[in-house]
């Protein structure tokens, strides 16, 4: 009898603790502690190779400099969120906007997009416009779906459009350049915009009734007046995307080099527009705090989770299920895609990265997939759980500071059509790879 049982026994128990609620940090360092103890106990684990886990955790965990850019991004974009720039923009490009049907919901798609490229932050992009726009959009006839719907999508571009902090963590589980990765993200974010944008419009000419134009009392009598503002409140966000991209991308900057000087741009934006206080401030520490030791934590429990997953030879069984699948590669890549979109509907968009990103990406290059491609063909799927009943994050977000005349159910109605939207994206990402090809190359 040998222990090749153990590892798959390993990876259904972690499974069972997190869907059970338990913490995946605590789940994935509580099952590897029980199964590194069983395998010693019957022979199939050499205690020994725990002796490895402070150099892990040291030589890899914290003193990883990739990893450093997460706290520098989320530093970004909560300070934004905090010196209300999304307030400005979606208060303005919303009049600009408004004259045309569906107008203030394309404003939201244009404003989700640019908060994406400045703060890569899902949570602020959905709260602010859920506070600021869906109160708009019910008090001229949005329909309800239709208003929930295309904020919390457009809330979750920030997850494939850089800077992206799901990105960065994804390029480090992949072990490739996060500045590749940022470049073959960029097209598939644009177009995925674009094709809320379409829904959008044709929603409107179909629908007209449930997405109206905004009443010719309710628009600027000074077009130029509004131009002019409309320069005003894009122009920081633009510098930023600039000096954060801009320097990745013409390689003058590493992306932690870039995350540093967003968060310090961040910070001077908002002293430049006077709303910096110590209140924000402490604000944004407090949440950048928290959020960055989420990831540490969760990181080293899944360390651990792998190091004894590969004591009991589990990677070696995992890898062998992946690259014998009927039909070779696209049957892994369907594997890969239906396994990260159902995990999605409830565990976080972290816990996935560091569970089955690790497990996923021997295989892949195995099979001879392109790591970046295969990383941002991960990253579509993944801004999915945002958006996927019963626990996707942005409807949570937009669920607590929506005004109680919207149900639930109505939020989860208008989360449909986007969910179909990005997978209608994902694949056109699988069958056109030279979206993500033409920029890197």
Request: overall charge neutral.
């Given at each position: ?6 590892g ?24 590897g ?9 019957l022979?199939?684990f ?29 530093f ?13 923009l979606?208060?303005t490009?919303?009049?600009l ?17 640019l ?17 600021i ?28 459009i ?6 960065v963590?994804?390029a480090?589980?992949?072990?490739i ?14 177009m995925l ?47 930023l ?15 932690t ?33 928290k ?7 969760l ?24 690259t ?8 892994f ?31 892949a290059?195995?099979?001879g ?49 986007f ?23």
């Amino acid at each position: 009898m040998t222990g090749d049982w153990l590892g798959p026994l390993m990876f259904v128990v972690a499974l069972i603790l997190i869907f059970s609620g338990y913490p995946v940090a605590l789940a994935l360092g509580g099952t590897g502690l029980l199964f590194a103890g069983l395998g010693i106990t019957l022979g199939y684990f050499d205690w020994s190779l725990l002796y490895a886990m402070p150099e892990r955790i040291f030589g890899s965990v914290m003193a990883n400099y990739t990893l450093l850019a997460v706290p520098f991004f989320i530093f970004m974009g909560t300070m934004l969120e905090r010196s209300r720039l999304a307030e400005d923009l979606l208060r303005t490009i919303g009049i600009l906007f408004g004259p045309l049907r569906g107008g203030l919901a394309l404003a939201v798609v244009f404003v989700g997009a640019l908060l994406a490229a400045a703060t890569g932050v899902v949570g602020a992009s959905v709260v602010a416009m859920g506070l600021i726009s869906l109160p708009v959009m019910a008090r001229y006839g949005y329909s309800p779906t239709l208003a929930t719907g295309v904020i919390t999508a457009s809330g979750t571009l920030g997850q494939i459009i850089p800077p992206s902090v799901v990105l960065v963590v994804l390029a480090d589980q992949l072990g490739i350049s996060v500045g590749d990765l940022f470049l073959g993200s960029l097209t598939p974010g644009i177009m995925l915009a674009g094709l809320y944008a379409v829904y959008v419009a044709g929603y409107a000419t179909f629908r007209g009734k449930g997405a109206p134009a905004l009443p010719a009392s309710e628009r600027p009598a000074d077009l130029g007046a509004l131009l002019r503002q409309v320069g005003l409140v894009m122009v920081p966000p633009l510098v930023l995307i600039l000096l954060v991209l801009g320097s990745i991308f013409a390689g003058v900057a590493t992306p932690t080099e870039a995350g540093a000087l967003g968060a310090v741009g961040a910070t001077a934006l908002a002293a430049i527009s006077r709303r910096l206080s110590w209140s924000a401030l402490r604000a944004t520490v407090e949440e950048t705090t928290k959020l960055t030791c989420m990831v540490t934590l969760l990181l080293i429990g899944s360390t651990f989770f792998a190091l004894v997953f590969r004591g009991l030879y589990g990677d070696i069984w995992i890898h062998d299920l992946l690259t014998n699948l009927p039909g070779g590669k696209i049957g892994f890549l369907v594997l890969a895609n239906l396994a990260v979109f159902i995990l999605g509907f409830f565990i976080d968009f972290f816990e996935i990265a560091f569970i089955i990103v690790p497990l996923l990406a021997p295989a892949a290059k195995a099979l001879g997939i392109d790591p970046v491609w295969f990383g941002v063909m991960i990253g579509m799927n993944l801004q999915t759980s945002f958006l996927t009943p019963p626990f996707g994050f942005a409807l949570f977000y937009l669920r607590g500071v929506a005004p109680p005349t919207i149900s639930t159910t109505q939020i989860y109605r208008g989360a449909v059509p986007f969910i179909v939207i990005q997978l209608v994206g994902l694949a056109l990402l699988c069958t056109f790879p030279e979206l993500v090809h033409w920029l890197v190359k």
